[in-house]
Each structure stands twice: as C-alpha cells, then as structure tokens.
C-alpha cells in the first residue's frame, strides 16, 4: 500500500525517528551526505525514467516519466535537511512502486505544501497591522474607482458593470520591490526579470533567482487565464492563436495558460479580470506552446451568451508569478527547473489571492471529449477525502540547487512544425515523445 508523505508518511517518518533517537541515522545530515543523498535520486530519476513499468505510448511514457521525476524531486525536497538515508530510500523504492495516480497525488500535495508556506509569508508581509485604526478621512481599501469593462466581457458582449459588492481587502501599500525583498529574508529567495544571458538576439528579457533554493522547490507561477479545450475558441487570436502571441503554454491535460494579460504584474491588490493587454514582448515558447497538436481536439463553437465575466481579487506584486520569463538553455547549457501541473483547491480561500490565475467562463467546465489520454483528476485534500474543485495552473519546479543564476526551461518544442533558429533541443527524443 502506497504511503503519502503527508500525512501519514510524514507520521511514519517521525514515528522512525523517535524509535532511533540517539542513533547515528538520527542525526542531521552532513552537506556532503546530503550531496550523496541527492546523487541517489538522480540515478533514480534516470533509470525509472525507462522503466518498463511505464505505458507503452510515447506521449504516455513521457508523462508518465515527468510525473515520476516531480515525484522524485518534490518528495526529497519536503525530507528536509533532517532526513535520514532510510527516509530516502524508501521514496525511492515508492517511485519504483507506486501507481501513476498515487504520485500524482503526492506531488499535488508536496507542491501544495510549499505554496502554503509561501502564501504565509505573504501574508506576513501585507496584513496591516489590525491593531492601527484607520484615521477619519482615510479612504478605505474597497473604495474603487468605477471598474473598466474587462477583455473578456468584451469577447461574450458582457455589458453589465462589475458588481458593487466585490471588495478589496486591506493590504500595506509596498511596493514590487519592497515586497520582493521581503520575500526573500523570509524564504531565501525571490525573482527577478532582466535580461537574458543566453547569447542570441532574441533571447530579451529573462528570469533569475535570487537566493538560494534547494532541488524540488516551487520556484514560479505560471500567471494568466486558464482556458480548458471547451474554450479554446475564445483564445484570442484563434485559430492561431499562437501567430502573435507567444505567452501560451499548454499542460498534458490540454489546459493553455495565457500570460499575455498578465506581464509583469502589477503595484497593487486588484479585482483581476485578465483585460490587461501589455504591449507583446518576445518570451520564448515552453513546453509546447502554441502545438499544432492541442487545435485537432475542438469542440463545436460555443454559444459566448452564455458565459459572463469571470473576476478575483489578485495580488499582482507576487514576486513568483513570473513563469514566463522562463528562457530556454541555449547550446551547451542545461535547464534547471521543470513545468508542474498544481491544482489549486478553490476551498482555500485564504490563499487565494496569491494564485496569480483566472478560468475563462466562470471555471465552468462543459461536456467534452477526452484529450488524448491526459484528462488530470481532481486531488483529493483534507480529512474527508472528497473532491474539491480546482483551477488547473503550472508551476515551475527546480531539478537541482539553484543560486543566484538565470532559471532555464526545457520548451520541448513540438518537432512537427518549425522551429526557431535559436531552438536547440534538450533531448530531441523527450519531444518528440510529448507531441507524439
């Protein structure tokens, strides 16, 4: 029986730990043994990636593959510094072991984990101080100027105004930079968007960590509006819609990601409708973006007058949400983060705010074809196991320890269309396993 780390691995893990109290595999590890440690799971990631256990479809064995290195890299990273060889060995056998579904399930809530730490943080740095009174005169937070007609509205011929009731609620007024700072002295790092190292011309602006963070850590947000296939039509753009627009990624399951709405953020906590349209920018295509591939699977035209507008309350100064920025590694450079698929548990209101994502049409999902193979589940949280619904987002997850250096990512460039001049595949097999 497949144990998860959390909670009821977690739990034989301590129960081990009080059992050998005093013992030498007790002790927190050294960081040459940590070094070791992590070697293990390497040739772990290497050799169950061609495992016959995996399905026999390309496209299948890549996923399957992925899933078993986020499973690998999520769970060490989650050990911690105090973890013992046994603890390690034991992951590594689960790998080996465990069902598809049951890693799904467990990188979901290892992932889940980190970003609860981080909306955490976040929160220690924007809650007001509640025991300040608001001054007379002062204008209050949810005081908003009369909203702008959003994008989308625009899209379905929405023509009724946003609802008066929606409301903001009260953040200290910091800045980006202020916030992204405060970041990293609670966490150990933070983001920054500058220009690329990658040595061609259009390689623009880049991402880099600033700080330290260990392999397996959420490093990035992949920001935007979520369309599942049932709204692939109301893409902008569409049918290419990736001709101007290279923001777009699209997960196993067939949900595509537009950051185009999002670009850098924003200086403040706001209703968010993804009607922000920045001038386009050159941020090169990861995983798969704009595939020819995810377009065979369309449904019949929607009828737009049934879908209204769909608006949260963001927090667009989150350091993370900087996803696409990602560059790809040029010749002879190696990425060092992976796309994760995260379902965000919308019962988790208080974490709301920091998930830097919207669904196009309300979230609703319609009646629709399977994708391929790759139709995710729903993960299962808290103590009475039920469903619970999501919004299907991406993040990015390093594959080793990472300092102070420009976070790379394998695009997987589909190889049945052109590719660029500056694509140079990671491994032209693992694409053309992805797109198969």
Known sequence: MFRLLSPFYLDQIQRRKVQFKGLQASKQLTSSFMASLFQKFQEAVKVLAKSPTFAKDPRSLQFEADVNRLFLYTSYNRLGK??????????????????????????????????????????????????????????????????????????????????????IPESKPLKCLEVSQSLKDLM???????????PHEDAGQGLFIHGEADVGTVLAFYPGVIYSPAYYRYIPGYPRVDAQNSYLITRYDGTVINAQPWGAGGESREIWDG??????????????????????????PLDGTRLGGNHEVLERRNPLAFAHFANHPARDMVPNVMVCPYDFPLPEKHMRAYIPNISFGNGEEANMRRFGTFWFKSWKSGKNGLDVPVLKTLVLVATRAISNEEILLNYRLSNSKQRPPWYTPVDEEEDRRRWS
């Open 82 to 167: 105090d973890a013992v060889e046994t603890d390690a060995e034991e992951i590594i056998d689960m790998a080996g072991k465990a069902s598809l579904a049951d890693q799904q399930k467990q990188v979901q809530e290892n992932v889940h984990s980190q970003i609860t730490s981080f909306c955490k943080y976040m929160d220690h740095i924007l809650q007001p101080d509640l025991t300040v009174k608001d001054k007379p005169g002062t204008p209050s937070s949810e005081n908003n100027s009369s909203p702008r007609r959003s994008g989308l509205s625009l899209a379905v011929g929405r023509t009724t105004p946003l609802k008066d009731h929606i409301a």
């Open 188 to 198: 150990g790092y933070t983001l920054e968007v500058k220009p690329s190292q990658i």
């Open 275 to 300: 009607s922000s349209l920045p001038e386009p920018k050159h941020i090169m295509q990861a995983d798969g973006k704009g595939s020819e591939r995810i377009w065979k699977m369309l449904s019949k």
